[in-house]
């Protein structure tokens, strides 16, 4: 079974930074692509930014664009999105997601595996 296990969320001020991780694990089919979401209470899940499994291809949702970067580390099955210059409005549940090809772009509904999330509260 494929698990995806996100941490690196916490409380932190306005203008700080964060740095998540994701740790793939099981039989997922080897070159997959990842992608980052966030939902806040109230709202439907929001993409954040993808990555290849080659990381030739980057996207980034507009709000964070300049302040997200996401990389991944294949010899580690682990993904990662570090966030800077946070602001309240970053406040939210964070989840990391796989496909089983080498991109899954913006779309929630390409994604075939989920991690559970990690909180991410910015205080202003």
């Known amino acids: 079974q494929v698990s995806l296990v996100e941490s690196g969320g916490g409380l932190v001020q306005a203008g700080g930074s964060l740095r998540l991780s994701c740790v793939v694990s099981?039989?997922?089919?080897?070159?997959?692509?990842m992608g980052w979401f966030r939902q806040a209470p109230g709202q439907e899940r929001q993409f954040v930014a993808a990555?290849?499994?080659?990381?030739?291809?980057?996207y980034y949702a507009d709000s964070v664009k300049g302040r997200f970067t996401i990389s991944r580390d294949n010899s580690k099955n682990t993904g990662y999105l570090e966030m800077s210059s946070l602001t309240p409005q970053d406040t939210a549940l964070y989840f990391c997601?796989?496909?089983?090809?080498?991109?899954?772009?913006?779309?929630?509904?390409?994604?075939?595996?989920w991690g559970q999330g990690t909180q991410v509260t910015v205080s202003s």
């Open positions: 997601a796989a496909v089983s090809m080498s991109y899954g772009g913006s779309s929630a509904d390409q994604y075939d595996y």
């Open positions: 099981g039989p997922i089919f080897s070159r997959y692509g």
């Open positions: 990555i290849s499994w080659t990381g030739g291809s980057i």
